[in-house]
């Protein structure tokens, strides 16, 4: 199983990472790292975290990391995990 990420993932990532780098170039690039390497474990156990608070839907899920929300569609018919978006936990997509 991939795990593949929507415009929308990227966009939000690179609002994210902005506002952190404006702080901390260090910060920023360090939670690129860090995403990246939690990011990758998914496919082992796809329906691990919780069934999400913004969507109906049992096949997407919360990933959560450091206060931000990583919703995710685990789309089983095309053997892919697509990373929906990102946010601060409570905010709406």
């Not at 929300?69 to 685990?74: A, D, E, K, N, S």
């Amino acid at each position: 199983m991939a795990v593949e990420k929507s415009n929308k993932f990227d966009k939000d990532l690179e609002s994210i990472l902005d506002r952190i780098a404006l702080d901390s170039l260090y910060a920023a690039l360090n939670l690129v790292d860090e995403l990246e390497k939690r990011l990758k474990t998914l496919p082992h156990m796809p329906y691990k975290f919780r069934k999400s608070i913004y969507f109906d839907d049992d096949n997407i899920r919360d990933y959560i990391y450091k206060g931000y929300v990583i919703p995710y569609l685990i789309d089983t018919e095309e053997d892919k995990i697509i990373l929906l978006g990102m946010v601060k936990y409570r905010e709406h997509l």
